[in-house]
């Protein structure tokens, strides 16, 4: 009895290694705000969105800019790359199999849930 509650555990954690991989999404959804409230184009990783909205970002192992041009606003502000609280799990389950599949996934990252861009 115990081997087979053993083994039942033992497929448990190596099911749910990669758990980022397994419940994340490949992009992140952030709220970008002005801080004058007026509409704007924003520009990240060369996909241009109207703002204030929200923006699919792709998640990846790197920072990104949020570039603002229009008459309405002008600026660059940083969007900065952070590890997903999901993540977190790998270290108590997966370990490093699902450490490295969350990171080779890139999947393990996350940015802001929300940005206000400073406007001139």
Known sequence: MKKAALG???AAVFLSSGCATILTE???AINISTSNGQE???TIDGVSST???IVQVKKENKNKIIVAESDACTSETAL???IEPVFFVNLLSGGVFGS???YGSEKMWKYQ???SISCN
């Open 26 to 28: 490949e992009t992140h």
């Open 51 to 53: 703002v204030p909205g």
């Open 40 to 42: 704007t184009q924003v």
């Open 80 to 82: 900065n790359k952070e």
């Open 8 to 10: 039942t555990i033992f």
């Open 100 to 102: 490295s599949t969350d």
């Open 113 to 115: 849930d929300s940005v």
